[in-house]
């Protein structure tokens, strides 16, 4: 049964996501020798395209075509693949805003175990799949061991899982739309809202001031804006600052925000997790300050430094205000 | 209508720098600040507005020790009619398959017609809402950040995607939600209105109240198992600026001019 790998592959007007490769990745190192079979469910023509592409490096893709997956509503695809899986398989899933939304109960449907947001295999030893995951924001790790004798599903971290070697494949691909099940939701997608658009585009900013939680209050915001200023750079941040209103939506860097790709970002106060780093890209020269040197952020960082911002913000604006 | 809303006590991230203890067993729990989850407070202060605009009750709920009890104090104190605590041995050491288990044999016991959770707790594993409504056999969406009801029997939900877009959805009652932050502004709690609910008498149901079978929760019925916490070796990280602070800030600027963070 071990030997038998899925992964879930999440893709959008023709174009698998990035997690499609990452996924078999993943599944390779948890069993060398298994034969993973990508699913790609949708409906029409641009499903053929993906499931192509995806057969240049998985042996073998089921393609699951039918119009009632055009959008990928977790509850029906969850019953798609509950009925199609078999017994004790293991599937990989992105852990991504789908992902958390399917994986959790396919998992118990299958009944199979469930492993959330990995981020490391460690190994398979018979029934045991030990794996490596992050908790609190990614200050500590754990090695977790899964019973996977009834199948499991498995939420793979994006980016973590790079594809740079993988051998390409001539895969075949397997038209299965015949053998799923499509039931009545009790959840019906309407429609997607986009994400209002701000006065700032920090998308194109070259160099971004970015605060975090450690900023404390909404008045201490003007000393990142007195730094950006003199720096002329612009001001982002972390999600907690737009959750408690301090600022705009179309100013958090991140998954759920925006994706950035500034020559030079100063973290201030931001722990670095994996959502927030996630909307960092391009290899920016990352700068962090932050009181806690454990803090995530400092793995990722170029330069660190350690010290409250409240103190250190004001003081290096006045410094580059005389220069 | 009645809401249910699962909440969780866990050491607070913004009041503690959290480290791996001598042996690798624990993270080192002395001197933690414990709090409510922070997804959770969103969760709570919704159904508080939904409760408010449309009528009904707010129930918090979790499953943990008698520690716990402060956190649901707290939440009552925000405005939830009633708490439960769900304790007992046999619930220790289980995996959110477990802690889904038990919520569900309380939710069993109730009439519910919205369950709420927060996205996500102090392990990332964002997983117990979905499986609560696997159990349950109730329509699920996670993520949520605007609840609209229609009406008795059906709700509008939306679901913070990629980007910050989205994805709205029509769900019918009754339903599971997971909630995601910056939903609401959670209301501000002071000693004066935690002083208000001391007295109130707060349930504790174990395993035999709730008719839970004791091997399928707890260490024993845990199929996934953390088996230590550690600091993995990642290589060199940042080079740190050492120095006073004049010292530092005279470095920072000439690596600024450098990589063009100056203009
Ligand atoms: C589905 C999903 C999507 C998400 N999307 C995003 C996203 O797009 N963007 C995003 O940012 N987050 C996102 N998050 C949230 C993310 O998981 C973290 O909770 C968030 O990034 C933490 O923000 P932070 O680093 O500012 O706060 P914390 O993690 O609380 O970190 C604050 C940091 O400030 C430091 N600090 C405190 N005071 C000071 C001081 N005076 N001086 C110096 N340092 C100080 C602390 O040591 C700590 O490291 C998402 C979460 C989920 C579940
Ligand atoms: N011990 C618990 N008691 C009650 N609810 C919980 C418990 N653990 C997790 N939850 C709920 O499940 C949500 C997601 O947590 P998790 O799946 O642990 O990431 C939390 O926000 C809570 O609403």
């Known amino acids: 049964m071990t030997d038998q790998i899925f992964a879930y592959i999440t893709h959008k007007n023709g174009v698998a996501d990035d997690s499609a490769l990452e996924l078999s990745?993943?599944?390779?190192?948890?069993?060398?020798?298994?034969?993973?079979?990508?699913?790609?469910?949708?409906?029409?023509?641009?499903?053929?395209?993906?499931?192509?592409?995806?057969?240049?490096?998985?042996?073998?893709v089921w393609k699951l075509d039918n119009d009632a997956l055009a959008y990928p509503n977790a509850e029906v695809i969850r019953n798609v693949l509950a009925s199609i899986l078999p017994d004790n398989a293991m599937v990989l899933v992105p852990h991504d805003t789908f992902g958390m939304d399917l994986s959790p109960g396919l998992s118990v449907k299958m009944n199979a175990a469930f492993?959330?947001?990995?981020?490391?295999?460690?190994?398979?030893?018979?029934?045991?799949?030990?794996?490596?995951?992050?908790?609190?924001?990614?200050?500590?790790?754990?090695?977790?061991?899964?019973d996977i004798s009834s199948g499991a599903v498995i939420n793979v971290r994006p980016g973590v899982f790079q594809p740079d070697d993988i051998a390409a494949v001539s895969g075949e691909v397997v038209d299965k739309s015949d053998d799923i099940e499509i039931t009545d939701a009790k959840?019906?997608?309407?429609?997607?809202?986009?994400a209002e658009v701000g006065d700032v585009d920090i998308t194109k900013s070259d160099v971004l001031v970015s605060v975090g939680r450690g900023i404390e209050d909404e008045d201490n915001l003007e000393i990142a804006f007195d730094l950006a200023k003199a720096m002329g750079a612009d001001v982002s941040c972390s999600r907690p600052i737009v959750d408690a209103k301090w600022m705009e939506k179309s100013r958090q860097v991140g998954t759920s925000g925006q994706t950035v790709k500034p020559k030079v970002y100063?973290?201030?106060g931001i722990s670095g997790s994996f959502q927030h780093l996630g909307g960092l890209k391009g290899n920016p020269f990352i700068i962090a300050i932050n009181k806690n040197t454990k803090a995530p952020i400092f793995q990722?960082?170029?330069?660190?430094?350690?010290?409250?911002?409240?103190?250190?913000?004001?003081?290096?604006?006045?410094?580059?205000?005389?220069l | 209508m009645e809401i249910l809303v699962c909440v969780t006590r866990v050491p607070d991230t913004a009041e503690n720098e959290i480290e791996v203890n001598s042996d690798g067993t624990d993270i080192g729990r002395d001197d933690l600040v414990y709090s409510v989850n922070e997804w959770d407070n969103y969760a709570v202060?919704?159904?508080?507005?939904?409760?408010?605009?449309?009528?009904?009750?707010?129930?918090?709920?979790?499953?943990?020790?008698?520690e716990s009890e402060e956190i649901l104090r707290r939440e009552m104190a925000m405005g939830a009619d009633s708490g439960i605590l769900l304790a007992d041995g046999a619930f220790d050491g289980s995996d959110g398959l477990g802690i889904a288990r038990i919520l569900k044999a309380e939710v069993d016991k109730g009439n519910?017609?919205?369950?709420?959770?927060?996205?996500?707790?102090?392990g990332g594993t964002a997983e117990v809402g979905g499986m609560l409504a696997a159990l349950l056999d109730l329509p699920?969406?996670?993520?949520?950040?605007?609840?609209?009801?229609?009406?008795?029997?059906k709700i509008k939900v939306g679901r913070e995607i990629e980007g910050g877009n989205i994805e709205v959805s029509e769900i019918d009652l009754p339903c599971v939600l997971s909630v995601q932050t910056g939903i609401n502004e959670p209301r501000y709690v002071g000693i004066r209105g935690i002083r208000k609910v001391a007295s109130l008498d707060i349930p504790t149901h174990g395993a035999a109240d709730l008719g839970v079978d004791p091997a399928t929760v707890g260490a024993d019925g845990a199929r996934v198992k953390r088996m230590d916490y550690f600091i993995p070796d990642l290589g060199e990280g940042a080079e740190m600026l050492e120095g006073d602070t004049e010292e530092i800030i005279s470095k920072l600027i000439e690596l600024l001019k450098a990589k063009g963070g100056l203009k």
């Not at chain 1, 490391?120 to 908790?135: A, C, P, Y």
């Not at chain 1, 960082?301 to 913000?313: P, S």
């Open chain 1, 25 to 60: 990745v993943a599944a390779g190192k948890i069993n060398a020798d298994a034969a993973v079979t990508a699913i790609v469910a949708g409906a029409g023509d641009s499903l053929s395209a993906v499931c192509d592409e995806m057969a240049k490096a998985y042996p073998t």
């Open chain 1, 115 to 146: 492993i959330s947001d990995v981020v490391d295999v460690e190994g398979l030893s018979d029934n045991t799949l030990t794996i490596v995951r992050q908790e609190y924001g990614g200050q500590v790790s754990t090695h977790v061991a899964a």
């Open chain 1, 187 to 194: 959840r019906r997608f309407l429609e997607t809202v986009e």
């Open chain 1, 266 to 268: 100063l973290a201030a």
């Open chain 1, 300 to 322: 990722v960082a170029d330069v660190g430094i350690e010290a409250d911002i409240l103190d250190f913000l004001p003081e290096l604006t006045e410094a580059i205000e005389e």
């Open chain 2, 45 to 66: 202060e919704e159904a508080i507005q939904i409760r408010d605009r449309v009528g009904g009750s707010v129930t918090v709920v979790t499953v943990g020790d008698d």
């Open chain 2, 112 to 122: 519910y017609d919205l369950i709420l959770t927060g996205a996500q707790s102090e």
């Open chain 2, 140 to 153: 699920f969406a996670s993520l949520v950040n605007q609840i609209e009801i229609v009406d008795e029997k």
